[in-house]
């Protein structure tokens, strides 16, 4: 008998695109159990025969419940950053409930060097890990480069003004869409191997932020001048425009992280996995330039 194969947080972004690569490559519905908060918000997918279960990280019962009789539980993070702690918190009740189920086989979304990374939430990440491998459960460590669709957060604002303002130095990224990382997750979702291990899933090159720049400018047609300035001038900017103040410490740290060489590796971890060459920063920006410009 096929394992089934449980999907949390299945009505977010990444979460619906993993589904739909099971889907495509040609999972049986009923072996997918789609969690989430809403299971409405899963009803195109219950339609198709996927079976759908209510969940909150916040109650552990809940967790138990939607977690019976799964053999393979992809555990994709939260998004709890408004509270010191939560998001750990929560994670570590979804790995204890995938044991209390007896799964074969456990998978996180991390991000890349949680055990070096300056962001504030990478210990999040590093202790699920561990509380994972603690289980003594077979488990696959995604960890999930920068997204492609995280540009949306800056550079909509930069192209109004024509200037970029950054403390990412020379820092490099290597961007990797989410629609390729979902189909790197699913397809190690799906797999029928017990082993252990740790991929880090990345775009194919690191480029700074003035290549990104140039890129932007081909893509759009619009000048983009990148300004590079201290965290503290950074973090006075993100104030200044009225962002949350928990989160800009956060969003300050993604630029002294890529500054400080924790971001800027390449891997082919992605390909390896799905088999499918990966969308390149270039063609990304192509595709969504109306978006970006405005």
């Given at each position: 008998m096929s394992d089934t194969l449980l999907v949390t947080g299945a009505a977010g972004h990444l979460g619906r695109?993993?589904?739909?690569?099971l889907l495509a490559s040609g999972t049986e519905p009923s072996r997918i159990i789609a969690v989430s908060r809403d299971t409405a918000k899963l009803a195109d997918y219950a339609a198709k025969g996927v079976q759908t279960r209510k969940a909150d990280f916040e109650d552990s019962a809940s967790l138990d419940a939607a977690f019976a009789g799964a053999d393979?539980?992809?555990?994709?993070s939260t998004d709890a950053l408004d509270e010191a702690g939560k998001r750990l918190r929560q994670h570590l009740a979804a790995v204890a409930a995938a044991k209390k189920a007896g799964a074969k086989h456990i998978l996180y979304t991390s991000m890349p060097n949680p055990e070096t990374s300056v962001i504030p939430f990478a210990p999040d990440h590093l202790g699920t890990e561990n509380a994972i491998k603690a289980t003594?459960?077979?488990?696959?460590?995604?960890?999930?480069?920068?997204?492609?669709?995280?540009?949306?957060l800056s550079l909509p604002h930069a192209l109004s003004t024509g200037q970029w303002f950054t403390s990412t130095g020379e820092g490099r990224l290597a961007h990797i869409s989410r629609a390729d990382i979902a189909a790197a997750t699913a397809a190690a979702l799906a797999a029928t191997s017990s082993e252990s291990v740790t991929y880090t899933l990345t775009g194919a090159k690191s480029l700074n932020t003035a290549e990104i720049a140039s890129l932007v400018t081909t893509a759009t047609g619009k000048p983009l001048q990148v300004i590079q300035i201290t965290d503290e001038q950074l973090a006075g900017g993100l104030e200044a425009a009225g962002l949350p103040g928990f989160m800009?410490?956060?969003?300050?740290s993604f630029d002294t992280n890529t500054r400080e060489d924790h971001i800027s590796l390449v891997t082919d971890d992605a390909v390896t996995l799905s088999g499918k060459p990966l969308t390149t920063l270039s063609s990304f920006l192509d595709t969504n330039k109306a978006a970006l410009a405005g």
């Amino acid at each position: 008998m096929s394992d089934t194969l449980l999907v949390t947080g299945a009505a977010g972004h990444l979460g619906r695109l993993v589904l739909d690569n099971l889907l495509a490559s040609g999972t049986e519905p009923s072996r997918i159990i789609a969690v989430s908060r809403d299971t409405a918000k899963l009803a195109d997918y219950a339609a198709k025969g996927v079976q759908t279960r209510k969940a909150d990280f916040e109650d552990s019962a809940s967790l138990d419940a939607a977690f019976a009789g799964a053999d393979r539980i992809l555990i994709i993070s939260t998004d709890a950053l408004d509270e010191a702690g939560k998001r750990l918190r929560q994670h570590l009740a979804a790995v204890a409930a995938a044991k209390k189920a007896g799964a074969k086989h456990i998978l996180y979304t991390s991000m890349p060097n949680p055990e070096t990374s300056v962001i504030p939430f990478a210990p999040d990440h590093l202790g699920t890990e561990n509380a994972i491998k603690a289980t003594g459960i077979p488990y696959t460590i995604l960890r999930n480069g920068w997204y492609m669709e995280n540009l949306f957060l800056s550079l909509p604002h930069a192209l109004s003004t024509g200037q970029w303002f950054t403390s990412t130095g020379e820092g490099r990224l290597a961007h990797i869409s989410r629609a390729d990382i979902a189909a790197a997750t699913a397809a190690a979702l799906a797999a029928t191997s017990s082993e252990s291990v740790t991929y880090t899933l990345t775009g194919a090159k690191s480029l700074n932020t003035a290549e990104i720049a140039s890129l932007v400018t081909t893509a759009t047609g619009k000048p983009l001048q990148v300004i590079q300035i201290t965290d503290e001038q950074l973090a006075g900017g993100l104030e200044a425009a009225g962002l949350p103040g928990f989160m800009i410490p956060v969003i300050v740290s993604f630029d002294t992280n890529t500054r400080e060489d924790h971001i800027s590796l390449v891997t082919d971890d992605a390909v390896t996995l799905s088999g499918k060459p990966l969308t390149t920063l270039s063609s990304f920006l192509d595709t969504n330039k109306a978006a970006l410009a405005g």
